[in-house]
Protein backbone atom coordinates (compact mmCIF):
# COMPACT_ATOMS: atom_id res chain seq x y z
CA UNK A 1 0.00 0.00 0.00
CA UNK A 2 0.89 3.70 -0.47
CA UNK A 3 1.29 5.33 2.45
CA UNK A 4 2.82 8.81 0.18
CA UNK A 5 -0.56 10.95 1.30
CA UNK A 6 -1.14 9.88 4.46
CA UNK A 7 2.25 10.45 5.88
CA UNK A 8 2.54 13.63 3.69
CA UNK A 9 -0.60 14.65 5.55
CA UNK A 10 0.03 13.31 8.88
CA UNK A 11 3.10 15.45 8.80
CA UNK A 12 1.56 18.82 8.02
CA UNK A 13 -0.60 18.35 11.21
CA UNK A 14 2.96 18.16 13.36
CA UNK A 15 2.74 14.04 13.48
CA UNK A 16 6.15 12.15 12.69
CA UNK A 17 5.72 9.43 10.71
CA UNK A 18 7.55 5.95 10.39
CA UNK A 19 6.97 3.19 7.54
CA UNK A 20 7.21 -0.58 7.92
CA UNK A 21 6.73 -3.11 5.37
CA UNK A 22 6.16 -5.87 8.24
CA UNK A 23 4.61 -5.43 11.84
CA UNK A 24 8.43 -7.97 12.68
CA UNK A 25 9.83 -4.37 11.86
CA UNK A 26 7.93 -1.82 13.57
CA UNK A 27 8.22 -3.91 16.99
CA UNK A 28 11.92 -3.79 16.26
CA UNK A 29 12.13 -0.21 15.46
CA UNK A 30 9.97 0.47 18.53
CA UNK A 31 12.33 -1.84 20.59
CA UNK A 32 15.32 -0.13 19.72
CA UNK A 33 13.45 3.17 19.84
CA UNK A 34 12.16 2.82 23.23
CA UNK A 35 14.62 2.03 26.07
CA UNK A 36 14.97 2.82 29.55
CA UNK A 37 12.31 4.14 30.71
CA UNK A 38 8.51 3.97 31.25
CA UNK A 39 6.04 2.61 29.37
CA UNK A 40 2.52 2.65 29.20
CA UNK A 41 -0.09 0.33 27.18
CA UNK A 42 -3.35 1.18 25.87
CA UNK A 43 -6.03 -1.72 25.05
CA UNK A 44 -4.04 -2.90 21.38
CA UNK A 45 -4.90 -5.81 19.84
CA UNK A 46 -2.12 -4.88 17.42
CA UNK A 47 0.41 -4.17 20.56
CA UNK A 48 -0.19 -7.80 21.14
CA UNK A 49 0.14 -9.04 18.26
CA UNK A 50 3.09 -7.06 17.76
CA UNK A 51 4.27 -8.60 21.07
CA UNK A 52 5.40 -5.06 22.44
CA UNK A 53 4.88 -5.69 26.04
CA UNK A 54 7.41 -8.90 26.56
CA UNK A 55 10.12 -7.09 24.10
CA UNK A 56 9.92 -3.83 25.85
CA UNK A 57 9.54 -5.12 29.32
CA UNK A 58 12.89 -6.33 29.21
CA UNK A 59 14.87 -3.00 29.25
CA UNK A 60 11.86 -0.86 30.27
CA UNK A 61 9.11 -0.13 32.90
CA UNK A 62 5.96 -1.56 31.41
CA UNK A 63 2.21 -1.30 32.92
CA UNK A 64 -0.70 -2.62 30.29
CA UNK A 65 -3.91 -3.49 32.28
CA UNK A 66 -4.30 -6.47 29.95
CA UNK A 67 -1.40 -7.73 31.53
CA UNK A 68 -1.15 -7.15 35.25
CA UNK A 69 -5.34 -5.99 35.98
CA UNK A 70 -6.86 -3.18 36.02
CA UNK A 71 -4.43 -1.25 38.51
CA UNK A 72 -2.55 -0.75 36.06
CA UNK A 73 -4.63 1.97 33.71
CA UNK A 74 -3.06 4.37 36.74
CA UNK A 75 0.39 3.44 36.30
CA UNK A 76 0.14 3.46 32.46
CA UNK A 77 -1.30 7.17 33.15
CA UNK A 78 1.60 7.59 34.61
CA UNK A 79 4.19 6.57 32.20
CA UNK A 80 6.65 8.70 29.97
CA UNK A 81 6.02 6.69 27.17
CA UNK A 82 2.50 5.48 25.91
CA UNK A 83 1.58 2.93 23.03
CA UNK A 84 -1.53 2.53 21.56
CA UNK A 85 -3.44 1.84 18.04
CA UNK A 86 -6.17 3.80 16.48
CA UNK A 87 -10.03 2.25 15.81
CA UNK A 88 -9.58 4.33 12.37
CA UNK A 89 -6.96 6.31 10.78
CA UNK A 90 -8.27 8.69 7.51
CA UNK A 91 -5.95 9.48 4.63
CA UNK A 92 -7.14 13.13 5.19
CA UNK A 93 -4.40 12.49 8.91
CA UNK A 94 -6.73 12.58 11.32
CA UNK A 95 -6.42 9.80 14.01
CA UNK A 96 -9.85 8.14 15.56
CA UNK A 97 -10.39 6.17 18.88
CA UNK A 98 -13.73 5.17 20.49
CA UNK A 99 -13.05 4.32 24.06
CA UNK A 100 -14.76 2.59 27.00
CA UNK A 101 -12.75 3.28 30.07
CA UNK A 102 -11.85 6.41 28.78
CA UNK A 103 -7.71 5.28 29.69
CA UNK A 104 -6.80 4.87 26.07
CA UNK A 105 -8.27 8.30 24.46
CA UNK A 106 -7.29 10.23 27.34
CA UNK A 107 -3.70 9.23 27.57
CA UNK A 108 -3.39 10.29 23.26
CA UNK A 109 -3.90 13.91 24.78
CA UNK A 110 -2.34 14.03 27.99
CA UNK A 111 0.24 12.85 30.56
CA UNK A 112 3.30 11.83 28.27
CA UNK A 113 6.13 12.87 26.94
CA UNK A 114 5.87 10.47 23.88
CA UNK A 115 2.73 8.75 22.18
CA UNK A 116 3.13 6.42 19.65
CA UNK A 117 0.10 5.10 17.46
CA UNK A 118 0.69 1.83 15.72
CA UNK A 119 -1.37 1.48 13.19
CA UNK A 120 -1.81 -1.51 10.77
CA UNK A 121 -2.94 -0.68 6.48
CA UNK A 122 -6.99 -1.91 7.63
CA UNK A 123 -7.03 1.04 9.55
CA UNK A 124 -7.03 3.48 6.79
CA UNK A 125 -9.71 5.46 5.61
CA UNK A 126 -10.08 8.05 2.34
CA UNK A 127 -11.90 10.51 4.49
CA UNK A 128 -12.50 11.33 7.88
CA UNK A 129 -16.08 10.60 7.57
CA UNK A 130 -15.31 6.85 6.12
CA UNK A 131 -12.70 6.71 9.15
CA UNK A 132 -14.99 7.84 11.52
CA UNK A 133 -17.48 5.00 10.05
CA UNK A 134 -15.08 2.79 10.05
CA UNK A 135 -14.25 3.26 13.99
CA UNK A 136 -18.13 2.88 14.78
CA UNK A 137 -18.94 0.04 12.31
CA UNK A 138 -15.91 -1.98 12.27
CA UNK A 139 -13.99 -1.62 15.11
CA UNK A 140 -15.98 -1.21 17.82
CA UNK A 141 -18.29 -3.76 16.97
CA UNK A 142 -15.88 -6.35 16.48
CA UNK A 143 -14.22 -5.24 19.74
CA UNK A 144 -17.74 -5.85 21.63
CA UNK A 145 -18.02 -9.29 19.89
CA UNK A 146 -14.16 -10.05 20.90
CA UNK A 147 -14.91 -9.34 24.40
CA UNK A 148 -18.60 -11.01 24.98
CA UNK A 149 -20.58 -7.70 25.62
CA UNK A 150 -24.00 -7.74 25.54
CA UNK A 151 -24.97 -5.97 22.82
CA UNK A 152 -26.60 -5.85 19.48
CA UNK A 153 -23.57 -5.25 17.23
CA UNK A 154 -22.14 -8.14 19.20
CA UNK A 155 -24.15 -10.70 17.97
CA UNK A 156 -22.85 -10.49 14.14
CA UNK A 157 -20.23 -7.71 14.58
CA UNK A 158 -22.04 -6.51 11.36
CA UNK A 159 -22.41 -3.33 12.55
CA UNK A 160 -23.33 -0.44 15.43
CA UNK A 161 -26.91 0.13 16.75
CA UNK A 162 -25.84 3.14 19.01
CA UNK A 163 -27.08 1.12 21.48
CA UNK A 164 -28.22 2.37 24.83
CA UNK A 165 -26.83 -1.11 26.68
CA UNK A 166 -25.15 -1.16 30.02
CA UNK A 167 -22.61 -3.12 28.43
CA UNK A 168 -22.03 -0.45 25.82
CA UNK A 169 -18.19 0.11 25.01
CA UNK A 170 -17.75 3.05 23.01
CA UNK A 171 -18.81 5.53 25.63
CA UNK A 172 -16.41 8.75 24.43
CA UNK A 173 -14.90 9.32 20.90
CA UNK A 174 -11.31 11.29 20.54
CA UNK A 175 -10.17 12.56 17.11
CA UNK A 176 -6.50 14.04 16.99
CA UNK A 177 -6.25 16.60 14.56
CA UNK A 178 -2.86 16.79 15.08
CA UNK A 179 -0.86 16.15 18.56
CA UNK A 180 -1.63 17.54 21.99
CA UNK A 181 0.69 21.14 22.29
CA UNK A 182 3.96 19.39 24.52
CA UNK A 183 3.45 16.00 23.13
CA UNK A 184 5.10 14.51 20.98
CA UNK A 185 3.23 12.18 18.70
CA UNK A 186 4.63 9.66 16.14
CA UNK A 187 2.36 7.23 13.91
CA UNK A 188 3.99 4.04 13.49
CA UNK A 189 2.51 3.11 9.60
CA UNK A 190 2.79 -0.86 9.29
CA UNK A 191 1.56 -2.12 5.74
CA UNK A 192 0.53 -5.26 7.22
CA UNK A 193 -3.25 -5.96 8.48
CA UNK A 194 -3.28 -4.99 12.57
CA UNK A 195 -6.05 -5.50 15.08
CA UNK A 196 -9.76 -5.19 14.40
S1 LIG B 1 -22.57 1.90 20.55
FE1 LIG B 1 -23.34 -0.12 21.21
S2 LIG B 1 -24.03 -1.08 19.29
FE2 LIG B 1 -22.65 0.59 18.70
S3 LIG B 1 -20.66 -0.38 18.48
FE3 LIG B 1 -20.78 0.51 20.55
S4 LIG B 1 -21.44 -1.19 21.83
FE4 LIG B 1 -21.92 -1.74 19.71
Known amino acids: MAFDTVKKNLEARGFSVKIFSTGAEAAAYLDGAIDGTSVGFGGSLTAKELGL ?15 GGPGERVAAAHAKVYITSANGLAETGEIINID ?12 HGKVYFVIGRNKLAPTYEEALWRARNIAAPKNAQRLGKKTPCAVKGDKCYDCKSP ?5 GLVVL ?20
Not at 101 to 110: D, E, P, S, W
Not at 180 to 191: H, K, M, P, Q, R
Open 177 to 196: WGPSIGVETEIVLVDQDLGL
Open 100 to 111: GAGNRVAATLFG
Open 167 to 171: DRICR
Open 53 to 67: YDKLAAHNEVHWHWE
